[in-house]
């Protein structure tokens, strides 16, 4: 599903260059579920935000589906990140003013979907994620553990072939991150969803088939 080749992503800094990734190469296999690990600093959320389509690299191959996601135009990038990529993000990103059923539905709406179909849709994930009584609330009237499922759920919209969860269990006590790891397992193994997960916590990482670990940009193990 994912192969990245000699992968290196360089920014500048005023005058001065910051290699994120150093030439990364890794295989991810369709529907296995891989946990990516390192000290900060180590490249770990700029390999997620490449391989979601989010930056391009400086160099080397990246493949997605086996699509060169680093080489598509901006709005095939934009409908394929829309369509075949979710992600999950620490802090949620939900929309204050939406509630848990808006914010599942709107990538619909984004999408140029009819209102029922985006309502029906979104109205399946909040089953899926166990808040279908929970549909008309707002994100502040959640507790952290159910807006980071709404979050997840809103990130299934589409089906997609991966879901990319940068440390989707940072934010929450120990015995809310295991109920939302087991959410992410569970989708893994039901929907045959390729997941990668970036997180600083050997438990988290526990739940993942493979574990990958980076150091100064590169795979150490």
């Not at 879901?163 to 934010?171: H, I």
């Not at 193994?189 to 574990?211: F, G, I, L, N, P």
């Amino acid at each position: 599903m994912i192969r990245c080749r000699d992968v290196c992503k360089i920014y500048q800094q005023g005058e001065n260059e910051i290699t994120a990734l150093a030439g990364v190469s890794l295989e991810i296999a369709a529907g296995s579920f891989a946990a990516v690990m390192g000290q900060s600093g180590s490249g770990k959320s700029t390999l997620l935000h490449l391989i979601g389509g989010l930056d391009r690299p400086t160099s080397g191959e990246l493949l997605v589906d086996g699509r060169l996601i680093g080489q598509m135009a901006d709005d095939q990038v934009t409908l394929f990140r829309r369509r075949q990529i979710g992600f999950v993000f620490q802090f949620f990103n939900l929309l204050p003013t939406l509630t848990a059923m808006e914010n599942i539905a709107l990538p619909f709406v984004l999408d140029g979907r009819a209102k029922s179909e985006a309502d029906g849709r979104a109205a399946i994930l909040l089953a899926k994620v166990g808040l279908d009584k929970r549909k008309n609330h707002l994100p502040e009237e959640l507790s952290g553990g159910e807006i980071q499922r709404v979050a997840i759920a809103r990130a299934l919209a589409f089906t997609p072939l991966i879901l990319l969860a940068d440390e989707p269990t940072g934010n929450l006590d120990s015995k809310t991150g295991a109920a939302i790891l087991d959410l992410l397992r569970q989708i893994n193994q039901e929907d045959a969803c390729t997941v990668v997960m970036v997180t600083h916590s050997e438990e988290a990482a526990s739940y993942a088939d493979r574990k990958i670990y980076l150091r100064d940009g590169r795979v150490k193990q």
